[in-house]
């Protein structure tokens, strides 16, 4: 058995093949070599896609089946083959049944040479399975039905790749004349009629043109989560049906050059049809050669920004009015109190390591950089945000409290570095990397910037050494765990915390249990009635866990330099990666 219309690709991805421009079996019915056909059964499955056409010869047919795939036969295989006796009815069922599971587009069979009549059960299954059985003209040439069914095929792909073609052409003279993402999103939403979007890998949207009845759908649709970043995680390449809460279809393409992924364009409209694909791959080649120069651009624009706020952290880009001047020229605010965040990508096993893999490392930071800037002047134009090799620093700005105007809340810096947090993170979606965040106290001069730099990094170093990955630190929150923190051998912190506690210091549970009873009298001065209470013991039950703790570890209830080491000790015991 020969397959008529092309081979799918290798890697099975429907994106610029010429099955991307398909016939359904409605359309193939109305053909003239088809011409007295009759559907019998399955009319809910005439919008099934036709790719090839075949003719069955042998009887054991669904070995060789393929998807998409209109079959023919006389009859004849569909009987015994030696005796010429039918098959019965429940072979012919499990014939229809097999052809669906393989995604066949429809079975047509010749009338009267071979096989008279097709069996009611036969006829049952297609019609629940949704897949079309014809009945054709005894004089039904196969020849002119294979001949027809490839032309029309070749027909649509020619005529797919010629928009596909015009479309590549302009977006190309686009990008060449110097425009960027807008231009080429307007562009290829003003042929469509669609809906377009250029987003990063991870969903974060670079540019978007169309009708806006269309935008202000998928803006809220789940396909974008509460940050706005769109769920690339949800998508597939090539046309699908829109998410269930939004009518229409989505044609996506992968936007890439070589091995480097730089994300996705997306269409959306009622009605897109399959051509769209094509002629989105070629977009994608476009947007790939824009992206690039658009990076290139901003590499240098970047550096020279970064150095800027590189000397102005290190105290070295001259004086306050100096500092102030330049800041004018690069569109940044730094005369009003800020507060500065420093964003690092926490190390993990499944994040990349630049040891090892320099480019993905370098693409996840870049990915990661481009996260902040872009939610960080969404809600701040002015205010400057730098990636650096291995940390995003953003100079927050800092509102005065509007029950106090003359003093400077902290609760409006935790309530924005919070919801920026959230906005970069959005649903960990889009195989974006865990990060941690350290917060500076709220400084008003340019001149304590470099101070308040530090402690924006202590402030990462440390809340994720007491929380673990994913952490908002504080400067002012990290109490004694900042001079905890400078101790940098934490075989050291063990040691003291072992000495101190002794077997409590182990990972067990009773030790976990006589901690934390250990902690809350630390907390209540050592008031055995309140700490009974917060902790729903009976006085005397307290009283005899009082004795077995300064059994383990002293006199702790009268012993005041003895309370400290413990109070010390138990923070070494929160603190990870010891």
């Not at 009974?532 to 300064?550: D, G, P």
């Amino acid at each position: 058995m020969e397959g008529i219309a092309e081979n799918e690709r290798p890697d099975g991805q429907e994106l610029t093949t010429p099955t991307s421009y398909p016939l359904a079996v409605r359309e193939l019915l109305a053909l003239p070599s088809l011409a007295g056909s009759k559907l019998i059964a399955g009319d809910g499955g005439l919008e099934r896609v036709v790719r090839r056409v075949n003719v069955i010869e042998v009887p054991d047919i669904l070995p060789w089946v393929q998807a998409n795939e209109l079959l023919l036969t006389t009859g004849f295989p569909l009987r015994h083959g030696e005796s010429g006796q039918p098959f019965d009815a429940d072979a012919l069922v499990a014939l229809v049944e097999g052809l669906d599971e393989r995604g066949a587009a429809a079975l047509g069979v010749k009338e009267g040479r071979y096989l008279d009549d097709l069996p009611a059960a036969m006829l049952d299954a297609a019609d629940r399975l949704g897949f079309p059985l014809f009945r054709m003209p005894r004089e039904t040439g196969f020849n002119e039905v294979l001949t027809e069914v490839f032309t029309h095929l070749v027909d649509r792909q020619a005529g797919a790749l010629d928009v596909a073609d015009r479309m590549h052409r302009a977006l190309t003279a686009i990008v060449l004349e110097g425009g960027d993402l807008p231009q080429i999103a307007e562009e290829v939403a003003t042929v469509f009629e669609a809906a377009v979007l250029v987003c990063s890998p991870d969903g974060r949207v670079q540019a978007r043109s169309g009708p806006e009845a269309d935008l202000r759908t998928l803006d809220q649709s789940s396909i974008f989560d509460a940050s706005g970043r769109l769920r690339t995680e949800r998508l597939r390449h090539g046309l699908q049906a829109a998410p269930d809460d939004v009518p229409g279809q989505i044609a996506v393409a992968q936007v890439a050059a070589g091995e480097v992924d730089y994300g996705l364009i997306v269409a959306y409209a009622s009605d897109l049809g399959p051509v769209t694909v094509q002629s989105l791959e070629r977009a994608a080649t476009v947007v790939a050669l824009a992206v690039t120069k658009q990076r290139a651009v901003a590499a240098v624009e970047s550096k020279f920004r970064g150095d800027f706020l590189r000397d102005v952290l290190n105290g070295t880009a001259g004086t306050p009015e100096q500092v102030l001047t330049h800041c004018v020229h690069l569109e940044w605010d730094m005369s009003q109190p800020m507060a500065v965040v420093v964003a690092q990508l926490d190390p993990a096993p499944e994040a990349p390591d630049p040891a090892t893999e320099p480019v993905a490392a370098r693409m996840a930071q870049e990915r990661f950089s481009s996260a902040w800037e872009q939610v960080a002047r969404r809600r701040h134009r002015t205010a400057p945000v730098v990636g650096f090799t291995h940390e995003v620093v953003l100079l927050l700005p800092v509102a005065l409290d509007p029950t106090a105007p003359e003093q400077i809340s902290p609760q409006h810096v935790a309530a924005a570095v919070a919801e920026l947090q959230d906005a970069v993170a959005g649903d960990r979606g889009g195989g974006r990397h865990s990060f941690s965040t350290g917060v500076s106290r709220i400084v008003e001069s340019v001149a304590e910037l470099p101070q308040a730099y530090d402690q924006a990094r202590r402030a990462v170093q440390v809340g994720r050494r007491m929380s673990g990955n994913g952490t908002v630190a504080h400067f002012d929150g990290l109490g004694v765990h900042r001079l905890l923190s400078l101790i940098p051998e934490g075989s050291e912190l063990q040691a003291f915390a072992g000495e101190v506690l002794g077997a409590m210091a182990a990972d067990t549970e009773e030790s976990v249990d006589l901690r934390q009873t250990l902690q809350q009298l630390l907390d209540t001065n050592c008031n055995v009635a309140e700490t009974a209470r917060a902790l729903h013991f009976h006085y005397n039950t307290l009283r005899y866990r009082i004795a077995k703790l300064e059994t383990i570890v002293g006199p702790f209830t009268t012993d005041p330099v003895l309370r400290l080491d413990v109070a010390l000790a138990l923070r070494v015991m929160e603190m990870r990666g010891l």
